[in-house]
Structure formats: C-alpha cells, structure tokens
C-alpha cells in the first residue's frame, strides 16, 4: 500500500502514514510496476570494426584504412557502453582490437610515408648522377 499524499510505502496493517501521518483511509493500494529489463545489444559489431581496423593497419599502403577502421570500432565500443550500462567480453576484445589497430595504423602509415619518401629520393638521386640515363 501506498500513501496518496506523500507516496511512501506502508505495510497492509497501517491505520496510518508513518512519514506524513495521513489517515488509512486516504491510503491506495498501488501494484509495483514490473521491472523490464532490456535486451542487451549486439556487441559483434564492436569486434568486427576492432578487427578489420587491425587488419587494414598491418596491410602497410592501406593502413590509412586501418586508422578509420579503428576509430569506428572504438566509437561503436563507446555507444555500447552508453547504451547498455556495461561492457561484454566482445566489446572489450573490439574495443581493445581499435586501439591496437589504431596505433599500429599511425605507425605504418608514417613508416609507409617515409618509404615513399625515400624511393622519390633516391629514384631522384638515381636520374640527377646517371650520365647514360638522361
């Protein structure tokens, strides 16, 4: 039972509300809403971008994939956690995966620039000093 005017919880014997001393005449009996508990999301998704965003990060000239790929995936682990409350084993494995992915991406692409760079330099050092080739 509940009390109509302050709304605190009684016991079924009351004659009275102990918060606000209202009569028991006055008290309504209320049924507690059932409590529902929502489905927890897919966290798959979650694994899958830590995943591809992992595996474009070692592929050395598409790294740069590698780098978007894992900024989705952490941004998908983060919704999850806003969402549904807490994390699953696949959205920490994702999760984890993206920030791997991520820094592993950064790397290769720099390495990768640095390559280019190189060969530019060097295919220019190579045309500039060889007589026969001009």
């Known amino acids: 039972m509940f009390c109509s005017n302050c ?3 009684l016991n079924e014997g009351s004659n009275f509300c102990h918060v606000c001393g209202q009569a028991a005449g006055a008290l309504i ?3 507690k809403a059932p409590v529902v508990n929502e489905p927890k ?5 979650v694994l899958v971008w ?3 965003g992992l595996a474009f990060a070692l592929s050395g000239p598409i790294s740069f994939l590698g780098i978007i790929f ?5 941004g998908k682990a983060a919704e999850y956690v806003d969402r549904y409350g807490d994390e699953s084993k696949q959205a920490t494995v994702g999760r984890n995966l993206s920030k791997a992915g991520l820094i592993v991406g950064i790397v290769m692409t720099v390495l990768f620039v ?3 760079l190189f060969m530019v330099g060097l ?3 190579f045309i500039r000093n060889i007589p026969n080739y001009r």
Not at 41 to 45: E, F, K, L, S, V
Not at 70 to 74: F, H, L
Request: hydrophobic share 25%; net charge positive; glycine share 20%.
């Open 70 to 74: 894992s900024c989705i995936g952490r």
């Open 114 to 116: 640095l390559y280019c």
């Open 29 to 31: 009996k209320k049924e």
């Open 123 to 125: 295919f220019g050092y």
């Open 41 to 45: 999301g897919n966290p798959t998704p």
């Open 50 to 52: 830590g995943i591809l």
């Open 7 to 9: 709304g605190a919880q």
